[in-house]
Structure formats: C-alpha cells, structure tokens
C-alpha cells in the first residue's frame, strides 16, 4: 500500500460499523453483511498540495460479511463522483477471532496510475505470498516467510479486534501490524470519549488508537477510533494519520444487518 502513503489516502483501517438501532443486534451469523456509507476527507498542511494530484474528499462504501469460519471485509473509496473520478478498494479476510489476517487484497485507479496487490497468510505452511501488478506489466511474486509472532493482523482485523475487546483493553496492549509486506510493533491503547451526532442522535464513543511501539521496524502511520459505548461497537469516526496530513472518515448512513 505504498500509494496510499503517497497520496495521503491511506485508509483501509476500518471495521465494519454498524445500525445504532437496538433491533437485530446479532450481525455474527453465518451469512450477515454489513454494508455502511462513510464521508472522508484530507485534513493537515499538505491538504491543498495533494488535491492537485489526487481527491481530497469524497465517499466510501464499506461491506462486511460474516461467514461460518471467515470474515470477509470489503471498503471502496471513491472521489465525489464515483468510481470515475478515482478509487481505492481494500479487501482483508480474517479468522472469526480477529486474531490472524488470512488474506489482504488492495487496488487503486486515480487519474493514469493503477496497481493491484494481493497478500495470502499460508498458516499451515508458514509463508506469506505476495503478488502485485500494474496494467501492462508482468506480476511480481514474492514468498516470504511467516513472522514468528502468533498474532498477525493487518488494519482492517486490527480494527475489528477493538470492537471485539473494547470493554477489555484498559492499559496499552503490544502487538504488530502487517501493512506493505511488513510487520510493525505496535500499542493498543484507550484515549479520550467523544460524543458525535449518527442520524440526528448524540451517541457517546470510546477512542482508541494504534501507535508505533518502542523498539524495532519504525511504523510511521497512526490510527485513532471512536467506537459507540453500546453493543455493536461502532466505528462513529476513524482518522489514519500520515506526517503530513491524515484522513478522516465519518460514519453517515446505513443499511443495516441483513442476510
């Protein structure tokens, strides 16, 4: 994902959110999808500098299926008139635990650039395989191995593990992150509560964020979100911050929990 790096569009961090409706609230059967709509925009110095190359607001459109023994999480961000103006899709797949990334796939189109990259978690045999390619290009593949650690997960399951935990994370917690073909130690820790207005209703959240830990790969990217204080645990906002902007994106409407 190195683009989104260059861009400053780096944002597939997100967990599914969800109705604040009190019907329906078991989204975890086998066969449920979450599909939720989001407004994002660049804030920071470099905003007006990098619209010149790429959008600097517009929508996203983030699905999550709930399947026997998988979760499969889908998110598509587009420029203010859709897919046309610009996209970035990011895909993740990961155990029902959120414990282990099974699979991460990305793709972007923005103006004459393009690329698409898929990442396969091979548990069994303790190798990761890496395929990325560009229209007109041949496809580069790369197998690495396995880093040691027994928990693995990329941003999207990162999110997904707080919204599984957040009544239980009181103190910074130490794991990685895997994001560019590379593992970063990271902190889970519990920051500040906001209050935000979801369909014209204040709902109180709890923020956590992802940071670097001490010692190690350096990871320079950065995370903070807000999860409602009820059962569903919705990301009401989440802001992927880059040194020298960060994105923020806002939860605005929902289809619900269906199957």
Not at 69 to 88: C, D, H, K, M, W
Not at 109 to 126: S, Y
Not at 158 to 175: F, G
């Amino acid at each position: 994902m190195a683009f989104i790096r260059t861009a400053v569009v780096l944002l597939a961090l997100l967990a599914a959110p969800a109705s604040l409706l009190a019907a329906d609230l078991d989204c975890k059967g086998t066969g449920k999808v979450e599909e939720f709509h989001y407004a994002w925009r660049l804030k920071g110095g470099m905003r007006l500098l990098a619209g010149l190359m790429f959008p600097t607001n517009g929508v996203g459109n983030l699905r999550t299926t709930y399947l026997d023994r998988v979760i499969n999480s889908e998110l598509l961000i587009t420029a203010p008139n859709g897919r046309a103006g610009g996209f970035y899709s990011y895909e993740s797949q990961m155990d029902t635990a959120g414990e282990k990334t099974l699979m991460t796939a990305s793709g972007y189109a923005w103006k004459d650039k393009a690329r698409n990259e898929r990442t396969i978690f091979d548990w069994a045999k303790r190798l990761v395989r890496i395929r990325k390619q560009s229209p007109g290009e041949e496809a580069q593949n790369r197998v690495k191995p396995l880093p040691e650690q027994a928990e693995l997960r990329d941003v999207l399951t990162a999110i997904h593990y707080l919204r599984e935990h957040a009544t239980d994370i009181r103190q910074p917690l130490t794991t990685s992150i895997y994001t560019d073909g590379k593992e970063y130690p990271v902190v889970f820790r519990p920051t500040e509560h906001r209050t935000f207005v979801i369909d014209s209703r204040k709902v109180d959240a709890m923020g956590f964020e992802i940071v670097d830990a001490p010692g190690g790969r350096k990871w320079s990217g950065g995370i903070k979100v807000w999860l409602t204080n009820d059962a569903r645990r919705i990301p009401a906002r989440i802001e992927i911050q880059q040194s020298v902007a960060s994105l923020q994106l806002d939860l605005k409407s929902f289809e619900g929990c269906r199957s």
